[in-house]
Nanobody, 122 residues
Framework: QVQLVESGGGLVQPGGSLRLSCAAS????????MAWNRQAPGKQRELVAA???????NYADSVKGRFTISRDNAKNTVWLQMNNLEPEDTAVYSC????????????????WGQGTQVTVSS
């Protein structure tokens, strides 16, 4: 199977920065797109940023100009650089991998990580 493990969360003051990492491991032949999502208390999970295998990106309006998503296809790793953080960015951030091709298996699959807490507070 496939596991996604996030790291880099923590407590940061407003205006600060954090860099999240997510590494996918397992019997992976290839990954289509990778994404970062977040869920704040009492709210639905929302897409923060996504990146295709070719490097095309899209962002939620609320993070445009502040967050940057990047990936290393060879390492099956995705990062989220978060700058100028605001209290409203406080949430559990999770990564996801979509259209994953597995070695020796047919079809494509989606996988989600457990998440890492990001808290923006003074």
């Amino acid at each position: 199977q496939v596991q996604l493990v996030e790291s880099g969360g923590g407590l940061v003051q407003p205006g600060g920065s954090l860099r999240l990492s997510c590494a996918a491991s397992g019997d992976i032949f290839g990954i289509g797109s990778m994404a970062w999502n977040r869920q704040a208390p009492g709210k639905q999970r929302e897409l923060v940023a996504a990146i295709t295998k070719s490097g095309s990106t899209n962002y939620a309006d609320s993070v445009k100009g502040r967050f940057t998503i990047s990936r290393d296809n060879a390492k099956n790793t995705v990062w989220l650089q978060m700058n100028n953080l605001e209290p409203e960015d406080t949430a559990v951030y999770s990564c996801s991998a979509h259209n994953v091709l597995l070695l020796g298996a047919e079809g494509v699959y989606d996988y989600w990580g457990q998440g890492t807490q990001v808290t923006v507070s003074s």
